[in-house]
């Protein structure tokens, strides 16, 4: 029967939202079982992916930009010169454990550890100096722990053959959105609230999915879904960083207080895989995020948000009939920020992924 082999063989599928931010925009990859065809399959399935991407490219808006351009040029919001960012090296474990009742519905639960390590030069000063290349202006941080946890449910039982379905969730802020740091000038610095692990807001989550064969062929297999996260509940950003400093008496001491959203993203996934081969499954994906960009007194609302997207081959391997694992590298083939972002190269993943 197709749809069980599908069941069997989809699982390597990339789609849906991440949980996670991994790239100006955010990372639209994914190894939600529940929307590749793995619903008819009943009980628990235990998913660990790491994930591993360097944003080290400066874009302003669809061109890449040097940061002596960057250093120059003037932040649409504010009129001040431009921030410059020198790198941002992300590297995430993602655990995502699902059940479903093989009839109807199912629930993912995904728990992201993040590690990350950022540099910017800053802004430059009204003189002119103090940003890039000098860095006088700028902070280093480095910082791990767990980010914003998703739960999202999806209903599959419109039809016989459970090939579509609906998803349903929310993403809740257990992530730290008080990371400081030290400024290379000597004071204390709050990381930018899209740098933090968390938002601090509470997210709705709404999608749907399809999944099949092309044109009833017995190896060719598509699937595609569309999701979107929108922010509902959000908390003034902390506080607790006013009067830490750990410079001179004179150095800044920068506070978080304020308000911050992240913006609105949608994104779109589409692809295909070969099941023609016994332990094999190569993948081909397009994968596609819009992102609003930030707003409150605490965002950066001129350099964040922007449309990416990504041409993914990846490959999995079936060990045995409960045990799979993956590999996948996201490439860029349209890239447009907003603002001035740093953007990765690629994207590489690997996982594995237990049926029990």
């Not at 941002?88 to 995502?96: C, E, F, G």
């Not at 009204?126 to 860095?135: A, Q």
């Not at 016989?160 to 257990?174: A, S, V």
Request: aromatic content about 10%; some cysteine.
């Amino acid at each position: 029967m197709k749809l069980t082999k599908i069941a069997v063989a989809v699982t390597l599928s990339v789609s849906g939202a991440s949980a996670f931010a991994c790239a100006s925009c955010g990372c639209s990859l994914n190894t939600d079982i529940g929307t590749q065809g793995m619903g008819m399959t009943p009980g628990w399935s235990l998913d660990l992916r790491y994930d591993t991407l360097n944003q080290n490219k400066l874009r302003y808006g669809t061109k890449g930009i040097s940061p002596s351009q960057a250093a120059n040029t003037t932040n649409g919001a504010t009129g001040a010169p431009a921030e410059v960012e020198g790198y941002t090296q992300n590297n995430y474990i993602t655990a995502s454990l699902d059940y479903n009742d093989g009839e109807n519905w199912g629930l993912t639960t995904v728990v992201p550890f993040m590690m990350r390590n950022h540099m910017t030069y800053g802004a430059n000063s009204d003189d002119g100096t103090g940003g890039f290349p000098t860095g006088e202006n700028g902070y280093s941080s480095k910082g791990s722990g767990i980010g914003d946890i998703k739960l999202i449910g999806r209903y599959f039982g419109f039809s016989e053959q459970k090939d579509w379905g609906l998803q349903f969730g929310m993403k809740l802020p257990t992530g730290s959105n008080s990371q400081s740091a030290v400024a290379n000038s000597g004071g204390r610095v709050a990381v930018d609230p899209g740098l933090q692990r968390g938002s601090g807001s509470t997210d709705l989550i709404g999608g749907i999915y399809k999944f099949g064969f092309v044109n009833d062929s017995e190896n060719w297999g598509y699937f595609a879904q569309a999701q979107y996260q929108a922010a509902v509940i959000v908390t003034s950003v902390p506080n607790s960083l006013v009067g830490l400093s750990s410079g001179p008496s004179d150095a800044p001491t920068i506070s978080t207080g304020g308000s911050y959203r992240p913006g609105n993203s949608l994104n779109i996934n589409l692809g295909v895989n070969y099941q023609g081969l016994e332990k094999w499954v190569p993948t081909l994906q397009l994968n596609v995020i819009n992102k609003r960009a930030d707003s409150g007194t605490a965002a950066d609302t001129w350099a964040t948000g922007g449309t990416l997207a990504y041409l993914t081959p990846g490959a999995l391997y079936r060990l045995t009939d409960q045990t799979q694992v993956y590999a996948n590298v996201q490439l860029p083939v349209y890239q447009n920020v907003n603002g001035i972002q740093l953007v990765p190269s690629y994207i590489a993943s690997m996982g594995i992924r237990v049926h029990f």
